[in-house]
């Protein structure tokens, strides 16, 4: 997968795809504030929960804790 930018409902329903996007965040949120290693990491580099969009350093981090979403 391409290494780039994602809105955060964006990057929720590709690891969520059966739920609604609403749905895709909540538990996408609830993902993220579990795993304390990924959240430290995140706003290490500037990441905060009330910003709308990764950036591709961040997507990085995500796909390299949750792996890849469709694997």
Not at 24 to 33: G, M, N, T
Request: hydrophobic share 35%; net charge positive; proline share 6%.
């Amino acid at each position: 997968m391409i290494t780039r930018a994602y809105q955060k409902g964006e990057l929720a329903s590709l690891y969520y795809p059966w739920c609604s996007q609403r749905q895709a965040l909540r538990h996408f949120a609830r993902d993220l504030e579990y795993s304390t290693d990924l959240n430290s990491r995140l706003r290490a580099i500037g990441w905060r929960p009330t910003h709308r969009l990764f950036n591709p350093q961040q997507v990085m981090l995500i796909f390299e804790h949750f792996g890849e979403p469709g694997d």
